[in-house]
């Protein structure tokens, strides 16, 4: 059967699993979840996912969800010891504080108010802009403190992916934050650096502004968390 990652085309999270395949240059067979048709909330995905969420990896018949540990799967059973994700105890421990950071700090601040307001009844408020500068400024200082070329050291990681997708969905809805220069620097020298990881990122930008400018409606969606919003007559 093989790797199959079921992945939603302008997902962070699922971008980010798409760039440890392309980087550690791992075969998967890619299968694009349409969001916008819920196919995610099927009981045929429950099976795979209760959460109901995107990204889920299936290695054979192993299901795992959650993007950061698709990610360290896919480093330590299909190329351990790579620098992506590395072994020393340290370096390891300021990755997994990196890929931890964005899901509890920025973007769990970020994507509120830059992918939420796409997709359902959420306001982009002053707010919620407090709160997308408040993990800016605390990722600035990381980058400040550690010095270094990338987010967790002077190679690339996997801690750069989802950090790289969540600051992609500001550029994206238009959010100015040229102010930071660390995380402009570190940003835009992955896009030089690393073109055909970026291209991932950039895809996917695309498709979040046309439908920032477009957006879907999907309250057939009935979804149990987050509260639909109809198209204006």
């Not at 699993?17 to 980087?23: E, G």
């Not at 997709?119 to 800016?136: D, I, N, S």
């Not at 990122?201 to 639909?228: R, T, V």
Request: glycine share 4%.
């Amino acid at each position: 059967m093989g790797l199959k990652l079921y992945s939603v085309s302008d997902g962070p999270p699922s971008l980010a699993c798409r760039q440890v395949f392309a980087a550690l240059d791992v075969p998967f067979e890619l299968v694009n979840v349409i969001f916008n048709n819920g196919e995610h909330m099927t009981d045929d995905y429950a099976k795979m996912n209760p959460q109901k969420e995107i990204p889920v990896l299936d290695d054979d018949g192993f299901f795992l969800s959650e993007s950061v540990a698709i990610m360290q799967y896919i480093c330590d059973k299909y190329k351990p010891g790579s620098p992506l994700y590395p072994t020393d105890p340290k370096a390891r421990a300021l990755v997994n504080h990196r890929l931890l950071f964005n899901l509890t700090t920025y973007y769990a601040n970020v994507a509120p108010y830059t992918m939420a307001p796409i997709f359902f009844a959420y306001e982009r408020t002053p707010e919620g802009l407090k709160r997308v500068h408040m993990a800016l400024e605390v990722f600035e200082t990381y980058l400040t403190r550690l010095g270094t070329s990338y987010a967790a050291g002077d190679k690339l990681t996997i801690a750069d992916f989802p950090l790289i997708n969540t600051t992609m969905t500001l550029e994206a809805v238009g959010v100015d934050f040229s102010k930071y220069d660390k995380i402009n620097q570190w940003y835009n020298n992955f896009k030089k650096n690393h073109p055909d990881l970026w291209k991932i990122s950039a895809d996917g930008m695309k498709e979040i502004k046309y439908f920032d400018a477009n957006p879907p409606d999907l309250s057939h969606l009935n979804h149990p968390i987050h509260p639909a919003r109809k198209q204006k007559a």
